[in-house]
């Protein structure tokens, strides 16, 4: 499955709740954390494959754009290791969750390995306002806002992740003074 939106928009959370629904652990793994030579993301990745298989769990394989571009003639060592990428995946038989900002760089290859894409458009104010509201109530902070002060507070635009680091750094703060 491939999660395709700009930062901040859901894509995390969905993954999180789909693990969640099937009642599997999560293990999040990013592209940074594999490397850039062949030889040590195929040894790292082909870990990652087997202790999620074995743990039976869903793998989050977060911005993972770099794996997903287009093969390039002039960038051998990107191509090997898009290459060793796509070999990996061809025999794994977990759950996987792939997340990336840009939908416009997939490789072709990519697309006929992947069984499900889902597109996340940007927050317009009503999806802003409803995840302020859901911030403020899992950090036990809803009645500190009126319903006016959130519905402005929606009209700022930033993304979820922006909204709920806001509410932590606010309650954190609330809770010093």
């Known amino acids: 499955m491939l999660l395709v939106g700009n ?13 969640d629904q099937v009642r599997k652990p999560l293990y999040a793994l990013s592209a940074g954390e594999l490397g850039q030579q062949a030889e040590g993301v195929e040894r790292r990745l082909s870990t990652v494959l087997e202790l999620t298989e074995r743990w039976d769990a ?21 191509n090997e290791v898009v290459a060793v990428f796509l ?24 697309q006929s390995r992947i069984h499900l894409t889902l597109h996340y458009p940007d927050l317009d104010g009503a999806a802003r ?27 700022v635009t930033i993304n979820g992740r922006q909204t709920k680091n806001t509410v932590r750094v606010a309650a954190l703060l609330a809770s010093h003074i």
């Open 129 to 155: 306002e409803q995840i302020w509201r859901r911030c403020l109530t899992r950090s036990k902070c809803q009645h500190a806002l009126t319903d006016e002060e959130v519905r402005r507070l929606a009209l």
């Open 58 to 78: 869903v793998l989050l394989f977060d911005e993972c754009d770099v794996f997903l571009q287009e093969w390039s003639g002039n960038q051998m060592q990107h």
């Open 87 to 110: 070999r990996c995946l061809e025999y794994y038989r977990g759950i996987m969750i792939m997340t990336s900002n840009r939908a416009d760089a997939i490789d072709g290859a990519f």
């Open 7 to 19: 930062p901040g928009t859901g894509k995390t959370p969905t993954a999180e709740a789909i693990a």
